[in-house]
């Protein structure tokens, strides 16, 4: 195994030459773990995503009853794609002919280990997001709270001192509570510990057109050095009376930094030089573009990008195929660009891809332009996902599981992450993750 | 019959005996709003800028850019971020009603009262005074815009 080699090598040396280093709370800290890269980027092919269609490969014929199966996720999985009623590309002649080339020259399995086949008992997508941030089935949990149990964000930040804006939370939407899921409402932990939210479709589209994109950026010293000042009295004066807002702990020079990013991704995309992917422009791949971009200014320790267009198959089937498709192809093209545009996280950046939850195995009513049926996410077909790690010290072309032998748990994830990023003792040593296994663990 | 008349009685005087009247000293009355106004609850997103574009452009905000304007906010994480954007866009448009940096010199005193009533809602206190006094004596490029943004990002402007 690559990683027990990894960690048999680099266990003496880092016991012996672990550096101490002060959080900004000022505490003496000294990380316990090695890690495997520096960087982790975590996308939630989320939406609610069923087993037949993408790693079963069964295209049609295990939801249609129509006799083409086949992979449309061919960036990511192994396998040809269908050959017959090819709805799930972009629009040609009639809708969905054309399918998007392939983007990889090796897909993500063959570059990774592939878990086949997982447990997701959480099958709302705000819980399951929840879960996969938290390591904890939070099923008390209201949709319109924060989290109960601290999230990822919050461990690495607390445990290692990350800076705030080395954590970034890109989410395709402010839809289902997405946004309260930066950071939880944990006593031990919390907003200070928090992630950089951003949903960039909102950000940098109409909305953002009309009222983020003529914002001034002041002059540092002249304008913005005495108007801080002036807050801060006037916040020095509200503190003392004990209300204190929440703040996830940007430094000035991080806020500023944020603000110009805004702004320059205006002007990229006024000149149309966005990193999107080649191909498509849904929702998905516009989320993905800009993540390239957040990846490639902050370069973050660790980041989230959520996409979820796979919804549409609750009334859409066609539409949920074409979102597979397109948001394989965004991926593909997010770990490309992170190799080839993104030095400082080429070939030291694990990618772990995961669905909140799967779909139904029987459809239900609603029938869209080519007759399909959609799928809702309430029975045990969609307790059922996959997951994929990709990154140095992970075990390529490697399959877990398959459909009969269901090996992992969603909530595995979470100490996956904080193994990688050499945080996991501090993690379980906190007592609050539903697991202490990683998924390395279960191989 | 005589103690029930008796009892009848004292308590007539009681309910009848003189009331004291409340201290006036020699000096005119003022109504003042309290330290902090009692403010101890959080504006939501929508309430917020209901209010501040209430207060830089001294007209309500149509119900389409509330919603759009809150959306953009919920886009970004940091809140302070998004305000800081949010009213530095406000800043840019010229129907921002507020007072020429000349007349905050002229009666600086005034100016700050003002202020306090305009975006805080209650009066400032003495080491409050003291404080914008002296830091606009030592600040003297200090324009109307930073004081108005100031109070508009600061935390006490984002409770009610």
């Not at chain 1, 008992?121 to 941030?133: D, E, I, K």
């Not at chain 2, 005087?13 to 003189?18: D, E, F, K, R």
């Not at chain 2, 000349?102 to 009533?117: C, G, H, P, W």
Request: charged letters at 20%.
């Amino acid at each position: 195994m690559k990683r027990r080699n990894f960690l048999k090598n680099t266990a003496l040396g880092a016991a012996a030459i672990t550096a101490p280093f002060i959080l900004p709370s000022g505490r003496l800290f000294a990380a316990t773990g090695s890690r495997m890269a520096d960087h982790v980027v975590f996308v939630a092919f989320a939406g609610g995503v069923r087993q037949q269609e993408s790693i079963l490969q069964r295209y049609l014929d295990d939801s249609q009853d129509y006799p083409s199966a086949g992979n449309i996720m061919y960036n990511m999985f192994d396998g040809a794609p269908p050959t017959d009623k090819i709805v799930y590309g972009t629009d040609g002649i009639i809708s969905g002919d054309t399918p998007i080339p392939k983007l990889l020259s090796q897909t993500l399995q063959q570059q990774g280990t592939l878990f086949k086949e997982v447990n997701a008992s959480t099958v709302g997508h705000y819980a399951g997001v929840n879960t996969l941030l938290t390591g904890n089935y939070l099923y008390s949990q209201g949709l319109r709270m924060k989290p109960s149990m601290p999230t990822i964000f919050e461990y690495l930040r607390r445990h290692q001192g990350v800076k705030a804006t080395k954590t970034w939370f890109i989410g395709n939407g402010i839809g289902n509570s997405l946004p309260l899921l930066d950071y939880s409402l944990h006593p031990d932990y919390g907003s200070q510990f928090g992630a950089n939210f951003l949903a960039p479709t909102i950000t940098f589209g109409d909305d953002g057109e009309k009222h983020l994109k003529n914002a001034k950026i002041y002059h540092p010293e002249d304008e913005l050095d005495p108007m801080y000042k002036m807050k801060y009295f006037l916040d020095n004066v509200w503190y003392s009376q004990g209300k204190p807002l929440p703040n996830i702990g940007n430094t000035e020079e991080e806020k500023a930094e944020i603000k110009q990013f805004v702004k320059d991704m205006f002007e990229k995309k006024e000149n149309g030089t966005i990193v999107h992917p080649p191909v498509g422009g849904n929702r998905d791949g516009q989320t993905i573009g800009y993540a390239c971009e957040v990846l490639k200014r902050f370069r973050p320790t660790f980041s989230v990008v959520y996409l979820s267009s796979v919804d549409a198959c609750h009334s859409d089937f066609s539409g949920y195929l074409k979102s597979l498709h397109a948001t394989d192809h965004a991926v593909g093209h997010l770990w490309d660009y992170i190799q080839n545009n993104i030095p400082e996280m080429a070939n030291n950046t694990t990618l772990i891809v995961s669905p909140e939850h799967g779909r139904n195995l029987e459809s239900n009513n609603i029938v869209d332009a080519n007759a399909f049926t959609g799928f809702d996410h309430s029975d045990a077909n969609s307790r059922r996902i996959f997951n994929m790690v990709i990154g140095p010290g992970v075990d390529s072309n490697l399959t877990i599981g398959n459909e009969n032998n269901q090996i992992g748990d969603i909530v595995n994830i979470t100490p996956t992450i904080a193994e990688i990023l050499g945080f996991k003792n501090e993690m379980m040593g906190a007592g609050l993750t539903a697991s202490n296994n990683s998924l390395f663990d279960l191989i | 019959m005589k103690k029930i008349t008796l009892l009848f009685f004292c308590l007539s005087v009681l309910a009848t005996s003189c009331k004291k009247d409340d201290i006036i000293y020699d000096v005119n009355q003022v109504n003042a709003t309290s330290y902090n106004a009692n403010k101890n609850k959080l504006k939501t997103i929508s309430q917020y800028i209901s209010i501040l574009y209430a207060n830089l452009f001294q007209k309500a905000l149509s119900a389409n850019e509330l919603v759009e304007i809150t959306n953009c906010i919920e886009s970004i994480g940091d809140k302070e971020v998004a305000h800081e954007i949010i009213l530095s866009n406000f800043m840019n448009k010229s129907a921002v009603t507020m007072p020429s940096d000349s007349l905050m010199r002229t009666d600086v005193n005034a100016f700050i009262e003002q202020t306090y009533k305009r975006f805080y809602v209650r009066d400032l206190t003495e080491a409050e005074r003291e404080f914008f006094l002296f830091f606009f004596a030592s600040h003297p490029d200090v324009s109307v815009e930073m004081v108005y943004s100031a109070f508009s990002l600061s935390n006490e402007y984002q409770f009610y």
